[in-house]
């Protein structure tokens, strides 16, 4: 099915707990962004101008981006920090290998 | 309600006639973008890794991306000749400020 | 040489006639790119804090994406419509495959 | 003078010792993009083609991005992870912001 994931991307079986409000800002965030998607479906239906669109796509990945930002934040200043105080240094070769491809 | 666009950034009133074969291809990738975002609202209530959740993000930018890319090339193949030909200039003065923000 | 362009990517033999003020303003732009490049060497020499260092390149980096906005949109209000003027569908083609060059 | 950088960008006074390969291979890479910008001036002199030019500049981000990820990296791997180490946080919130800036 279009859209799923494949597992093999999301395998390694690390989980994160996050707290009731932050899980809840992460999916009201998303949920919105679903709405912008439908928005851009609604738009190509009715035959609105190219420009449009792509300017309202541009919009969708400044909200991604602002997600993703959150999202590594938080990271860094939970489980790398934690990582690196109990001595496990994988977490830090991880983090230079997805900011790697970030700035791609 | 939230993720619908306000009428402002799209009231120009132009329209594109796509024919059906091309709105067909722009509506599935849509779709498929939209079962991304619904598999990203998954992996947060499921506690997924940060890492995870961060590199999902990154494919469906690359997505919309992709999306994007082929909507300008078609509307310069389309509107933009189209309009230079018939002498109107605002296409490219449109086209010049479009790309302006999307190479911010 | 580290920094000389290889011919092939730059052998396809047009020009672009630029007015002298263009002309001007372009290379003026270059040479104060050309002394932030070695004022970067001065702070990689005097063990300049990493962070420094980063932020002068993202700054780089925007006065580069400045250089290449306004060369592109004078390439498409001459070049880009003056081909398609004369039936030269060649400047199209060109453009879109630059474009998703410059997207990726 | 143009391409000078104002000193309250650079002011902070912290320092980062770097051994003499690493400083030895940054220089190299800022050498050779001061000679792709000279390069470029080069190109602007004879008229080259607008689309040559905007492929060198894309050629030189790329080469910039590359210089700011490796150094970004080694800043992790050593100022970041030390100072977590002497219970500094102040490492953990500069990394963070300037995650926000790259990624804008």
Known sequence: MPGEFSQENTGNGKVKHR??????????????????IRGLQAMVEQDRYCVDI??????????????NKMLLSRHIK???????????????DELCALLQKLMK
């Not at 707290?19 to 912008?36: V, W």
């Not at 792509?54 to 997600?67: E, G, Y």
């Not at 939970?78 to 830090?92: H, L």
């Open 78 to 92: 939970t489980c790398v920090v934690e990582d690196i105080r109990q001595g496990e240094e994988e977490a830090i």
């Open 54 to 67: 792509v300017t309202q796509v541009s919009a969708v990945q400044a909200a991604l981006n602002s997600f």
């Open 19 to 36: 707290d009731t409000k932050e899980k809840r800002d992460l999916i009201t965030r998303l949920s919105r962004i679903e709405g912008q």
